[in-house]
Nanobody
Framework: VQLVESGGGSVQSGGSLRLSCVASGYGFRDFCMAWFRQSPGKQREAVAAIGSGGTKSYTDYVKGRFTIPRDNDKKTLYLEMNNLKPEDSAMYYC????????????????????????WGEGALVTVSS
């Protein structure tokens, strides 16, 4: 399994960015996907998730500003970020999951019910005020 993020960059407050995560080495369309982010000195936190059937979940601080579409034919996950704020500055990581251990659920911006997770290397987003 390989996940490669791209699309990070520097924008001013109120701007927009679209992150991409290209997957390879597995089926993609049958797997739940998610975006996490981590700022210096903080723990990695969930941002958004999308199940194989299209169910989506967002954390409260990005609702109404971020969306998480996926293109199964291109094996690509996206994170469309609008009205960016300085507090959105972070390294953004793409995640996929495997090894179902319970009924999969997309909740709290995460994929639940899986035992294994795979991560990309991250894409840096910097938002200036």
């Amino acid at each position: 399994v390989q996940l490669v993020e791209s699309g990070g960059g520097s924008v001013q407050s109120g701007g927009s960015l679209r992150l991409s995560c290209v997957a390879s080495g597995y089926g993609f369309r049958d797997f739940c996907m998610a975006w996490f982010r981590q700022s210096p000195g903080k723990q990695r936190e969930a941002v958004a998730a999308i199940g194989s059937g299209g169910t989506k979940s967002y954390t409260d601080y990005v609702k109404g500003r971020f969306t998480i579409p996926r293109d199964n034919d291109k094996k690509t996950l996206y994170l469309e970020m609008n009205n960016l704020k300085p507090e959105d500055s972070a390294m953004y990581y793409c995640q996929t999951t495997d090894d179902v251990v319970s009924v999969p659920v997309v909740e709290g911006a995460q994929c639940h019910g899986y035992e294994r997770a795979y991560w990309g290397e991250g894409a840096l987003v910097t938002v200036s005020s």
